[in-house]
């Protein structure tokens, strides 16, 4: 079947910096999508990955290994607005989205 | 303000209740797409539409009725829910179905309670 991994829960320090995990197995790739939710609010869309490396919008970045089936969301300079869900989504070779139930990160002060 | 519109924004229905759920995209997308989401489980899609025309029915029960009469508006039409059908129900819109980026945007959603 296919699955995406992310953790439930982190928690990080204002300031800090934080790296959010997210491995798959999917049948077959065509992206890797970041969302950000803050409670109550819709999923807005934070960044897309297709090919291996490292993607840098602003104090977010998004990483893709295809071969490990490996991304991570890395969150500079936090502020307590970051707090939120993050979701992992992946499109697979039917350009279906396959989503992790999402990480809750927690910023505290 | 995402352009995509819901409501309404929260509902509580009995079992024996028909409500709809309204969404609205005001971003000139061809593709629109109803998804539920429950407390730590990841979404869910139910019903896509490209071009106003159904091109996924993910296994939806038949409680749960969609209607897309043009490419700006998609309903859900609920009667006769189950308890368990309490969650939150999205609305996304997107201007490529396949290919690109295409990525998703979402209304804030309608949470729905069934008593």
């Known amino acids: 079947g296919q699955n995406i991994d992310q953790p439930t829960e982190m928690t990080a320090t204002e300031g800090a910096i934080v790296q959010i995990n997210c491995t798959y197995q999917?049948?077959?790739?065509?992206?890797l999508f970041w969302y950000q939710q803050h409670a109550g609010e819709a999923p807005t869309f934070l960044s897309y990955n297709v090919l291996d490396g490292l993607e840098e919008k602003g104090r977010f970045s998004s990483f893709l290994s295809r071969s490990k089936g490996y991304s991570y969301l890395l969150l500079k300079e936090l502020q307590m607005k970051d707090s939120a869900s993050y979701l992992c989504a992946v499109r697979d070779s039917n350009y279906q989205l396959i989503w992790g139930a999402g990480t809750k990160l927690i910023i505290k002060p | 303000e995402t352009g995509v519109t819901q409501t309404p924004r929260h509902l509580v229905m009995g079992m024996t209740n028909k409500k709809s759920l309204k969404c609205e995209q005001h971003l000139g997308h061809n593709a629109m797409y109803w998804y539920k989401q429950s407390a730590k489980k990841p979404l869910e899609l139910m019903f896509v539409?490209?071009?106003?025309?159904?091109?996924e029915n993910n296994s939806v029960p038949s409680r749960f009725s969609p209607e897309c009469p043009n490419s700006s508006h998609l309903f859900l039409h609920l009667h006769t829910l189950q308890p368990e059908d309490s969650a939150l129900y999205l609305c996304?819109?997107?201007?490529?179905?396949?290919?690109?980026?295409?990525?998703?945007?979402f209304g804030e959603g309608s949470r729905l309670t069934v008593l």
């Open positions: 996304a819109s997107s201007q490529k179905p396949q290919g690109g980026s295409g990525e998703l945007f």
């Open positions: 539409y490209n071009f106003k025309e159904q091109t």
């Open positions: 999917t049948s077959g790739f065509n992206g």
